[in-house]
């Protein structure tokens, strides 16, 4: 192993750890080396392993056992969704998981707001809608789209159906600035957005289900083409 270099060394060995679990060179259930072979591996002290390793089990890739061992934790069968932005940085492969579900959670989402939409909530709804298309373009269109989706979500009068949108929103924070193509043109993002507002409005749950399934697929599409697109740009300046 090399040595790393010593500015912010316990930010690069926990990335390095990471990446090698990500990647499956220390697979689920695994213990890692002895901490003092790790160490001088690396060619760091180790207290500063220990403290990388701290973070590692604070996000739920390792645990420890005093006397026993560091393990590689097995995050797809114990982890939760807190791990995704993680993953996400490792792989923007997940992104196509990530929009799948938020497919069919987000359209579920639409629905059940139809169904309990207060009329101080559907007048924040258009509100937030319009801020859509005031909105400046790129990143403030995308910010603005994310608050009605946020507003579709407390609608609902389900807490859990909040907390999932935050959750799918931070999944693909770590590519967002790739994802932007829906919403450079503030008047085209807040049409596509409309029909769904509009739907809730009425009260009309299978409209309300079927717009925000056909937004959600429209908007995918678009961000996946982006993201290939600066993938492309990235491997090509190698």
């Known amino acids: ?33 002895p901490e003092r072979e790790l160490a001088d591996g690396f060619g760091v002290t180790r207290t500063t ?16 056992r005093h006397g026993v061992g560091t393990r590689v934790r097995d995050f797809l069968r ?22 799948e579900v938020r497919r069919s959670i987000g359209a579920l989402i639409a629905e059940r707001a139809a169904s309990r ?10 509100h937030l809608l319009a801020a859509v298309e005031d909105a400046a373009g790129g990143e403030p269109v995308q910010l603005a789209d994310v608050e009605v ?15 999932l949108t935050n959750t799918l929103f931070n999944a693909y924070l770590p590519v967002r600035a790739a994802l932007t193509g829906p919403f450079e043109d503030p008047r085209a993002a807040h049409d596509r957005l409309a029909p769904v507002v509009e739907a809730v409005a009425t009260g009309d749950q299978r409209a309300a289900h079927i717009a925000a399934g056909d937004y959600l697929a429209a908007t995918e599409r678009i961000m996946l083409e982006g993201l290939a697109h600066a993938r492309g740009r990235r491997d090509g300046a190698r």
């Open 78 to 99: 114990l982890g939760g969704a807190d791990l995704l932005p993680m993953l996400v940085r490792h792989s923007p492969d997940w992104i196509g998981e990530i929009f």
């Open 149 to 163: 989706h946020r507003a579709l979500a407390r609608a609902t009068g389900n807490r859990v159906y909040v907390l």
């Open 117 to 126: 939409a207060t009329a101080a909530q559907i007048a924040e709804l258009r």
């Open 49 to 64: 392993l220990k403290h990388a390793f701290g973070r590692l089990v604070h996000a739920g890739l390792l645990e420890t």
């Open 1 to 33: 192993m090399e040595a790393l270099p010593r500015e912010s060394i316990v930010d690069v060995l926990e990335k390095r750890l990471r990446e090698e679990i990500l990647a499956g060179r220390h697979p689920a259930g695994t213990y890692l080396p």
